[in-house]
């Protein structure tokens, strides 16, 4: 099971399980030496070879579940490490590089097709561009827009996330137009 995606809680689960399964059937088995020991007036218990009989039977078992899965399983592909983006041509970062498109005219459109990246990536450069004061929200944003995100802002709960506007306002703007207008108000407010 380690081999396939997203099984490691998985795996820990069925392990406490496990443990807990063996648990008890060491107590049960313990309880029955006792009172097999009892009705024979013994009084006194060595556990020693039952807890020894009760680990080869374990170890046995084991064995044969990794034996028996071991063929089955096809080995999870290694993923390779994520390598950074390499700066521009001209030494500019990813997000460097979209502000200064968005600063010799171009749309978030026309910025996404050129640099071949999606329109959520591009508003979340320019999101990053306003926080950072670096941009002006009304150079890539109407007024309009700002404005209906920026009342819905007002009428959430202090403490909000992102995922919370996008629901207030039913999904009609992306996560970085809000993120935008977020980091806006924020700074409207300071």
Known sequence: MMQHKRVKTYVNQLTEIDQALSKKLEEVDKASLLVSGILNGDDKFNFEPLNKLRTEERTRMLSVIRKETSSNVPLKKLKSKKEKKPKSKDGLSTFETTLQMLNDGKGVEQIAKERELTVGTIEGHLAKAVEARNVSIYKFMNDEVVTEIANAIAQLPNEFSSKDLYSALNGKFG????????????QLKS
């Not at 996560?175 to 924020?186: D, N, S």
């Open 175 to 186: 996560y970085g137009q809000l993120r935008a207008v977020m980091a806006h108000v924020k």
